[in-house]
């Protein structure tokens, strides 16, 4: 019995050594088999790799189990037999615990295998995050698809996330992370995904854990030019990639000795940035008269060498910055040198392509807090899964968010948990959200009693506590200025006299986003139909003109050059040439001296609203001077006859070079972007360099000018205005602009802030982006980006004009500005600092790929010079 005893104690004791060693050599490494019941041999040692896998079930919130058909089966492993399906709601997402200053090796698996008798393969999106990914397209890969990507993640939590894009119902089979050496694969702070990984070896099963430390998947890979040599002995593979020893000890010449050794591959994308990882070891004796030496050449150009591989004992080539292939069709070939005996040879080899994931994630400490939130009163919601706040369409119910500019991580700024069963008391964990503004927890049955820090909370505006059973006293910090506080329906909440003479006048509303955005368009709708009713496209309710002695009191000790109407008469060859004609009256062409070029706007006498936008136009033109605003030359004011000289602007407005009205060029998407910056910086001016501040309130594509080096500049100022500073002014100002692109809470409020601005210039983004009307017969220009951005192709929503001649990243950042400048809500909106900053990075990317293509750009623009047009009269 004894030694029957020790006998088990000796097996137990192996065994568990044997599991420590799996585990420590496992170190860091999740393998998950989806749709394995965590109660099912869970977690188990897959055979063939040795690797433990597990279940799912504790790593993901819904979805359902389900096994693929025998007949599908075949010689599949284990971990691809169950799959996990997500028939509910949009995005379902896995949490990992991974380490944000590690980059990891992520793979998923997807194979349909017919597991619900429908016979219907899926299609649908996986993102990291907040950013997509991959498409999985099951229709195209019938046997099943693989992704894998090489990713340092930005927290301590990574979201992997399957969003549904049609009917079809998302599923996977396997999701493995596996930490990977920092050292190595550094990429400028992008992703890589995995285009191909290939040993050089005629046959054999692919190599993977335990031949590979980072559980990497080396394929098998040969060509009929290629003769393979081994070897027998070990191959050190110690350097910081750790090729498999076993890819090491086989490698392919070509067969002519005298010919390269030729890798090639392709892409669907033309534009498709690679990294490549070249593994070279030398497994031959040499003789002494023998050498190996070569030459590296990618698409023809010389890319390294000469190189001379190490005997037994691996060397790798990489690229330090992505390149690009002529067409998609790369081509990498080593060449022996002249003084080479030997062709060359190779191993292994890796090849990468750069994915960028431009948008930031939620606040890390947002993150945290809502996450504690929903633990705190075990909420479940379907579409509580993944980031918070982004992508915007795949918001969290219930929250609203500052979603400005890409690279700044968004912020929770509402919290509505009305009616949503809550119990117990008031989360501790809100008082972590520090940019909330609204907090909705109406309707709930809420107990205890209102907690202190709610008052403290500097950026809470509106606090919503009516219908739940809190009690105590109200505290003295809720009664601060500028808090709203509802309290009605909690019978055992005391309120004092004070507070609630505070409360007494205050009138609930519903804090509903979808209400809210409903209320938006809406308004825009009623908007619409008046201003259809309207000849003119620019609107001003004004008073009647004011008296001729203002504009006299305007001009006075003023150092701007004054021309009598006479030298009007004369510099503009009694008014000849016409360039425009608006409200304010007619704009001519003129010169001064013969030599200096000008627009003149002349006041027309019939003219109802010119008036107050000449004095207006004047007022601010005396005091501003910026680059990017177009220059006030003189003026004349004699008798009834009022005019402004301004400095020309020969190519005329932005408007018409995105059309190409009136024989003007169509303009590429680098200077489209510059011109985008000019016209920023001239407002952010407006906006900041002013005092007091300046809102131009008719931000669109013909209010841009352009000169002969298409430099923009604003023009038009006839409804700009002073505002009060900070975030927003109180003064209620009549509505001004344009159809189309109208702030609609600036015409809900009439509250005038430098955020109407922004909206119009999201627009003017917009059109210049895509050369679409602002307004067609059937919706407004930001529902049509906004549908089409849902299907995820830029291709779809830039200017056709354009001829795919764009960095797609820039593209898409420009896109994402666009509609976070456009946004119904002007809280959501960036500051023109913030979009400054954005399209310079914007710029820097096309300038990338511009310089990639030795700076030639495929449809070169041909400027033309034309002096048909000055500043815009409306």
């Known amino acids: 019995m004894e030694s029957s005893l020790v006998l088990w104690l000796m097996l137990i004791a192996t065994l568990a050594i044997f599991h420590s060693v799996q585990s420590q050599d496992q170190q860091g490494f999740i393998s998950l088999d989806c749709g394995l019941p965590a109660n099912e041999q869970s977690p188990y040692i897959e055979t063939n790799t040795g690797l433990n896998f597990s ?81 999985i397209d099951l229709e195209t890969m019938v046997n099943g698809s693989l ?89 050190d593979n110690s350097n910081k990639y750790e090729p498999p020893k076993d890819a090491l000890k086989v490698s392919a010449t070509p067969t002519n000795a005298s010919a390269p050794l030729t ?3 392709s892409s669907a994308n033309p534009d498709a940035q690679y990294y490549l990882y070249a593994h070279f070891a030398e497994i031959q004796d040499l003789q002494a008269n023998q050498t190996r030496e070569f030459n590296s050449f990618w698409n023809g150009e010389l890319y390294h060498g000469p190189l001379t591989p190490p005997k037994l004992s691996v060397t790798t080539l990489f ?63 379907i579409n509580w ?120 006048n205050k009138v609930s509303v519903p804090i509903v986003a979808s209400v809210a955005s409903a209320a938006v368009v809406i308004t825009v709708l009623v908007l619409f139909l008046v201003f259809r009713k309207k000849r003119s496209k620019t609107v001003e309710d004004l008073p009647p003109p004011q008296s001729t002695p203002t504009v006299n009191d305007t001009f006075a000790n003023n150092n701007s050059r004054k021309f009598t109407y006479s030298e009007v008469i004369k510099m503009t060859n009694n008014f000849q040439r016409v360039l425009g004609k608006g409200g304010f009256g007619m704009v001519y062409h003129g010169s001064i001296n013969g030599s200096e070029q000008v627009a003149v706007k002349l006041l027309s006498q019939s003219s109802t609203q010119g008036y107050k936008e000449f004095k207006a136009e004047v007022d601010l033109l005396l005091r501003v001077h910026h680059t990017n605003l177009v220059s006030l ?27 190409g009205n009136e024989g003007r060029s169509i303009i590429n998407w680098r200077i489209r972007l510059q011109i985008a910056l000019e016209a920023a910086l001239g407002l952010e001016y407006l906006h900041t360099g002013c005092t007091p501040p300046m809102v131009h309130r008719d931000v669109k594509t013909a209010n841009i000018l352009l000169d002969e080096s298409f430099k923009a500049k604003l023009a038009d100022f006839g409804l700009s205005r002073s505002f009060q500073g900070g975030n927003e002014s109180h003064e209620l100002t009549v509505i001004a602009g344009t159809h189309g692109y109208l702030d609609p809470e600036y015409v809900c409020t009439r509250r005038l802030a430098e955020k109407s601005d922004v909206y119009g210039y999201g627009v003017v983004l917009l059109e210049m982006i895509t ?104």
């Not at 194979?111 to 008798?117: F, I, R, V």
């Open 55 to 135: 279940s799912d079930a504790t790593f993901i919130q819904g979805g359902k189990t389900g096994k693929i058909q025998a007949s599908s089966v075949g010689r599949l492993m284990k971990p691809y037999t169950t799959v996990r399906y997500f028939p509910d709601g949009t995005r379902n997402c896995y949490s990992l615990n991974v380490q944000s200053w590690r980059r990891h090796l992520i793979r998923a698996t997807f194979t349909y295998g017919n597991y619900d008798g429908l016979n219907i393969q899926p299609v649908f999106d996986l993102y990291l995050g907040p950013n997509r990914w991959a498409t």
């Open 771 to 874: 050369n679409q009307p602002v307004i067609s017969e059937k919706c407004h220009i930001t529902e049509w980006v906004g549908s089409t951005l849902k299907r995820g192709d830029i291709t779809n929503i830039m200017d056709p004009n354009l001829g795919g001649a764009y960095d797609s990243n820039s593209a898409w950042r420009a896109v994402e500005l666009a509609m976070a400048c456009a946004d119904p809500f002007s809280s959501k909106r960036p500051t023109m600092s913030q979009v400054i900053s954005e399209l310079k990075d914007c710029i820097v990317c096309e300038n990338s790929r511009i310089n990639n293509n030795g700076g030639l750009e495929p449809q070169q623009m041909s400027i033309v010079l034309d002096t048909s047009v000055g500043p815009g009269a409306r």
């Open 633 to 659: 030359v003189g003026y004349c004011f004699e008798g009834h006859h009022l005019a402004l000289i301004y400095e020309f602007m020969p190519n005329g407005d932005l408007k018409q070079h995105l059309s």
């Open 263 to 265: 890798i090639e591959w």
């Open 147 to 235: 992704v894998e990507i090489l990713h340092k993640p930005t927290s301590n939590s990574l979201q992997v996330c399957l969003v549904k894009t049609g009917k079809t119902i998302p599923l996977i089979s396997t999701l493995e992370l596996r930490p990977v050496e920092n050292g190595c694969y550094i990429s400028n702070s992008s992703s890589l995904n995995l285009h191909h990984r290939s040993n050089l070896i005629k046959s054999g099963s692919n190599l993977r854990y335990s031949n590979d430390t980072y559980d990497r998947v080396w394929e098998s890979y040969f060509k009929m030019e290629w003769n393979q040599i081994s070897t027998t002995l070990d191959v």
């Open 319 to 381: 690229s330090k910055s992505p390149r690009t292939c002529d067409g998609g069709k790369c081509s990498v070939q080593l060449i022996r040198t002249n003084i080479s005996t030997l062709p060359p040879l190779l191993n292994a080899y890796e090849v990468y392509t750069v994915i960028k994931f431009p948008q930031s994630e939620t606040e890390e400490t947002d993150v945290s807090a809502i996450r504690s939130i929903a633990a705190s009163y075990a909420l479940s919601r």
């Open 385 to 504: 899964q993944g980031d918070p706040c982004v992508p915007q369409r795949l918001r969290w119910d219930g929250l609203n968010c500052t979603n400005t500019v890409v690279s700044i991580p968004p912020r929770i700024t509402t919290l509505n948990l009305s009616s949503s069963g809550l119990t117990g008391t008031i989360a501790a964990a809100i008082q972590s959200l520090t940019q909330l503004e609204i907090l909705d927890l109406s309707n709930n049955n809420l107990t205890g009693e209102v907690p202190e820090f709610l008052g403290n909370m500097q950026s809470l505006l509106v606090i919503n506590l009516r219908g739940n059973n809190l009690n105590g006293s109200l505290p003295q910090a809720l009664q601060r200025k500028g808090l709203e506080l509802f309290v009605k329906g909690n019978p055992g909440l005391r309120v004092s006299d004070s507070s609630r003479k505070q409360l007494k």
